[in-house]
């Protein structure tokens, strides 16, 4: 399997606590020819060049470091919102990767550059592809979840995140519910096809 990674992607990975969803998203980040990681965990030291000054950012990838991971210094939403904008106004052509992003968004909450960067229209210049990881899906803003183009899904206990999904994206994805540890469904809401996975290695 190939990770389905373009521009004009928005790609959402859900799944409870300790399911596998950032093992199998870091796995396929060398399909992507270049990443900027919000990574409020520290969980990427190993594929990518941290920092947690966000003026390294733009100087990083301008001397050659493909995949920058900025770790924000304390969990305040300032954070987010810094590096929405940086990316808004200077990245192009890359992947931003926001890990648990439940932490800033809510049902009623969306902070206002993610939502103008998940809104940017296919072909729009900046060329920015989306990932999104969270482990429950009803943490997250309906104008998060409706821009979203592909879903992986791994095993999900809680009834109302297994509704909202299938609410959301579609029927087929109550098998969530029903998963093995670390199997997963990937959902391409283009395509309209619902494919099972076995679990890949670790
Ligand atoms: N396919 C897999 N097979 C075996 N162990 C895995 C697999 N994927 C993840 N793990 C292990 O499960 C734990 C949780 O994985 P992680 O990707 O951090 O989950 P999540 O991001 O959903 O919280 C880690 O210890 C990881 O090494
Ligand atoms: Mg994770």
Request: proline letters at 8%; one cysteine or more; charged letters at 25%.
């Amino acid at each position: 399997m190939t990770l389905p990674f373009a521009p004009n992607h928005r790609v959402l990975f859900v799944g409870q606590t300790q399911s596998g969803k950032t093992t199998l998203f870091k796995r396929h980040l060398r399909e992507l020819p270049s990443a900027v990681i919000f990574d409020v965990k520290g969980q990427y030291r190993d594929v990518a060049r941290p920092t947690s000054d966000p003026r390294q950012i733009i100087p990083l990838l301008k001397a050659g470091h493909v995949k920058v991971a900025f770790q924000p210094p304390d969990a305040r939403p300032e954070w987010l919102n810094y590096f929405c904008e940086l990316a808004w106004n200077n990245l192009r052509r890359t992947t931003l990767v926001f890990e648990e992003i439940g932490a800033y968004t809510s049902p009623g909450l969306m902070p206002r550059r993610l939502r103008d960067l998940v809104m940017i229209a296919q072909g729009e210049p900046r060329k920015l592809g989306m990932v999104f990881l969270n482990p429950r899906p009803t943490g997250l803003h309906n104008d998060l979840l409706s821009q979203v183009t592909h879903v992986f899904s791994f095993s999900q206990d809680n009834r109302n995140d297994v509704g909202r999904l299938c609410a959301e994206y579609s029927a087929g994805m109550s098998v969530v519910q029903e998963l093995a540890p670390f199997e997963f469904v990937h959902f391409d809401r283009i395509t309209k096809k619902v494919e099972r996975h076995q679990p890949e290695g670790k």
